[in-house]
């Protein structure tokens, strides 16, 4: 797990970004919801995936990760000075 940490932290920040920021290339505003009022959006079972879901996602990734390799550098040993 510690070995894709930071991996996952970087998918999650580029994913949460990405979700930000694609709607500025076609003209919408900073993290336009789609799809947009009044139409049915995918669902996978219950779950209705929506832009805000996908940040989410990225948004937990991010934290997931960090948290991480945090959490392995505060309980890691400290190393000994060399003579």
Same mark, same amino acid.
């Given at each position: 797990? %510690? $070995?894709?940490?930071?991996? *996952?932290?970087?998918?999650?920040?580029? %994913?949460? =970004?990405?979700?930000?920021?694609?709607?500025?290339?076609?003209? $919408?505003?900073? =993290?336009?919801?789609?799809?947009?009022?009044?139409?049915?959006? *995918?669902?996978?079972?219950?779950? +209705? %995936?929506?832009?805000?879901?996908?940040?989410?996602?990225?948004?937990?990734?991010?934290?997931?990760? *960090? =948290?991480?390799? %945090?959490?392995?550098? =505060?309980? $890691?040993?400290? +190393? +000994?000075?060399?003579?």
């Amino acid at each position: 797990i %510690l $070995r894709r940490a930071p991996a *996952v932290a970087v998918a999650g920040l580029l %994913l949460a =970004l990405a979700v930000a920021f694609l709607p500025v290339l076609s003209g $919408r505003p900073l =993290l336009a919801h789609l799809p947009p009022p009044g139409t049915t959006p *995918v669902t996978i079972g219950t779950l +209705e %995936l929506i832009t805000a879901v996908v940040f989410d996602v990225g948004v937990f990734l991010l934290v997931v990760g *960090v =948290l991480v390799v %945090l959490v392995h550098q =505060l309980a $890691r040993p400290a +190393e +000994e000075p060399r003579r």
